[in-house]
Nanobody, 117 residues
Framework: QVQLVESGGGLVQPGGSLRLSCAAS????????MGWHRQAPGKQRELVAR???????NYADSVKGRFTISRDNAKNTVYLQMNSLKPEDTAVYYC???????????WGQGTQVTVSS
């Protein structure tokens, strides 16, 4: 059983920064690809950033240069550093883990990020 718990969301002004954290329980973290996704009201969920077990990263075009994903395998935690936030970054952000051995996908409960003045 894998559980993912996000934290770090909140209200921030445009141009501000937030760091999201996702703590994982279970034994798959070190081999899992970890991702951050977001869903804004009325829109489909989209991939924001992803990091493999080997540290390869990819980002949505809309966040490149502003967001950074990282992972700490010793702490079973993945982070999303978000800088230069824009109102269009407002969404619920979800952490996800993909097990490459068995193909399972696991999701956290989400954390709200609101960018507004």
């Amino acid at each position: 059983q894998v559980q993912l718990v996000e934290s770090g969301g909140g209200l921030v002004q445009p141009g501000g920064s937030l760091r999201l954290s996702c703590a994982a329980s279970g034994s798959i973290f070190s081999r899992a690809a970890m991702g951050w996704h977001r869903q804004a009201p009325g829109k489909q969920r989209e991939l924001v950033a992803r990091i493999t077990s080997g540290g390869s990263r990819n980002y949505a075009d809309s966040v490149k240069g502003r967001f950074t994903i990282s992972r700490d395998n010793a702490k079973n935690t993945v982070y999303l550093q978000m800088n230069s936030l824009k109102p269009e970054d407002t969404a619920v952000y979800y952490c996800a883990a993909t097990d490459p051995w068995y193909g399972g996908d696991y999701w956290g409960q989400g954390t709200q990020v609101t960018v507004s003045s």
